[in-house]
């Protein structure tokens, strides 16, 4: 069984983004960067039913700008076996990059894709249901369990009232979730292999899709600043202000 | 201009977070219908019908529809998309399973998780969780969005007589099918709709040591939630986490014990109105966005909270 993840570049998710002094847009002028954390699970989710003999090949791919080839490398040296980058300059909404990624999916033919449930940079939460619709695909979103049968898997999602198990036929889309695995660290040795292993680059323009943005950014702001409180010093004080200065408790 | 609003149910009860979400079909104008897709759903439709200022219920009521599975919701509201400039649904788990999947089959790129309308086509809606704000304008000629609740005020669940018209399914999909769920049962409000919350992080130590905060919530009518490493150590169930990948909660009143106010947490309930913090750390980050903060040790707090309240 073959597995395709796509991945994101991302900021840090321990950067605090701001915006530019215009509000054009945020702020990403020397901020660190590096791979979507949803997207490490993915990958690791991906590498362990390899390691269980259940995939035969692990292929990252990616849709970015040249320098998005750090990421992928982050994930060769996690344990995907080849990478593929299909190159764009042009920040692409999600919908753009699903139909990028259905491309490459169906040249690959995968059994499964897994994604992240949401990239954390837009907060968006679309692609993976998005590229499950272009392809016709069944859709598992926020997997905490992923266990393959046969020709269908079965996944347990989180979802807001708990828990939901599903079947899927296979080939299918599965978003991960915080709880599905928790993601290795690259080691020296493998960092170094990683180096050597296939790396391809496609050209987006190759792929006649339409990728015209849809939306326009009109402008990106601080959120409205909370006004600052206090400390108290007992709880009593505490039950005090509550009932009599915010009156939320009686 | 004509709004669909899909309607967020367990087949028996209208989930709240779809009022909030006419609310904002409301501030976009225009004429709002809702959709009922279920099975032996009557009950839902007949509260929909009810809804303030809706103008019609569709109901699609087939056995297909009892678990909402993505792949046959998307398609049925697809196949009835062609009457509607805006389609909206909650920004929970169901509406962001069904809506960016019916985006795509209607070629158009969805708007997540607003939290403001600013006109038909424009809209505000946060970034890198919740650190920034951005004003979307969409050029798509449906407009598919998902709202988060908490930033618009419920529409009246009462007060309106719309009419029903059924519909039969259409589309239905046998790409994945419903094995079984676990819904955590409690006699607590929800977390998303109650209005006060006490929630409980990494320093709260073990799942057994939640029952000190569950004490006060019981007093105070309030709903208990968790940070993610309190989820993640197995303490509560996942359904509990408040955050940028957990839920967005607005409540009157938020407490927070024992939990540090990593900003995917603030992200799940920096906009609640009054915020208490209670964390032995006075450089905790949380004490930032407090209304009250009480530098404490939780163990000896909580006792003596619950005793005073
Ligand atoms: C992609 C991604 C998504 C995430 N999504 C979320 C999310 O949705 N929600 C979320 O919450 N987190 C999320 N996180 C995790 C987040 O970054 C933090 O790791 C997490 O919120 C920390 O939880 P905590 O505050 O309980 O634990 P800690 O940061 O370990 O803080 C524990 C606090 O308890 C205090 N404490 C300890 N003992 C006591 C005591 N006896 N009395 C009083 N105080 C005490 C300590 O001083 C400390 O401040 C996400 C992370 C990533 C990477
Ligand atoms: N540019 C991209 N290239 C490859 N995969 C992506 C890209 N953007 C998003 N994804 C995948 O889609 C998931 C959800 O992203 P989003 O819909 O943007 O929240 C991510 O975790 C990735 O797995």
Known sequence: MKIVVPIKRVVDYNVKVRPLGDQSDVDLNNVKMAMNPFCEIAIEEAVRLKEAGTATEVIAVTVGKSDSQEQLRTALALGADRAILVETDSLLEPLAIAKALSKVIEAESPQLVILGKQAIDGDNNQTGQMLAALLDYGQATFASEISIDGDSASVTREIDGGLQTIKISLPAIVTTDLRLNEPRYASLPNIMKAKKKELDVQPIDAMGIDTSPRMELLSVELPAARQEGIKVESVEELVGKLKNEAKVIS | ?309
């Open chain 2, 1 to 309: 201009m004509s709004t669909l609003v899909i309607a967020e149910h367990d087949n028996t009860n209208l989930k709240p977070a779809t009022l909030n979400t006419v609310a904002a079909a409301n501030v976009i104008g225009g004429t709002v219908h809702i959709l009922v897709a279920g099975n032996s759903c009557q009950s839902v439709a007949d509260e929909a019908a009810a809804v303030d200022g809706v103008e019609k219920v569709i109901l699609a009521d087939d056995s297909a529809y009892e678990n909402q599975l993505a792949e046959s919701t998307a398609n049925l509201i697809k196949s009835i998309s062609g009457d509607y400039s805006h389609i909206l649904a909650p920004a929970t788990t169901f509406g962001k399973n069904v809506l960016p999947r019916l985006s795509a089959l209607l070629d158009v790129q969805q708007i997540s998780e607003i939290t403001e309308v600013v006109s038909d086509d424009t809209f505000k809606r946060p970034i890198y969780a919740g650190s920034c704000i951005a004003t979307v304008k969409s050029s798509d000629a449906i407009k598919v969005i998902t709202v988060r609740a908490t930033a618009f005020d419920p529409v009246n669940a009462s007060g309106g007589s719309s009419s029903v018209e059924s519909i039969s399914a259409d589309g239905v999909s046998g790409l994945s099918s419903f094995v079984n769920e676990e819904i955590a049962q409690s006699d607590r409000p929800e977390l998303t709709a109650a209005s006060i919350v006490i929630s409980g992080g990494r320093g709260m130590q073990s799942g057994d040591n939640f029952h000190l905060l569950e004490t006060i919530a019981d007093k105070l009518g309030a709903a208990v939630g968790a940070s993610r490493a309190a989820v993640d150590a197995g303490f509560v169930p996942n359904d509990y986490q408040v955050g940028q990948t957990g839920k967005i909660v607005a409540p009157d009143l938020y407490i927070a014990v024992g939990i540090s106010g990593a900003i995917q947490h603030l992200a799940g309930m920096k906009d609640s109105k009054v915020i208490v913090a209670i964390n032995k750390d006075e450089d905790a980050p949380i004490f930032q966005v407090a209304d009250y903060g009480l530098v404490a040790d939780l163990f000896n707090a909580l006792p003596e909270l619950s005793e005073k309240l």
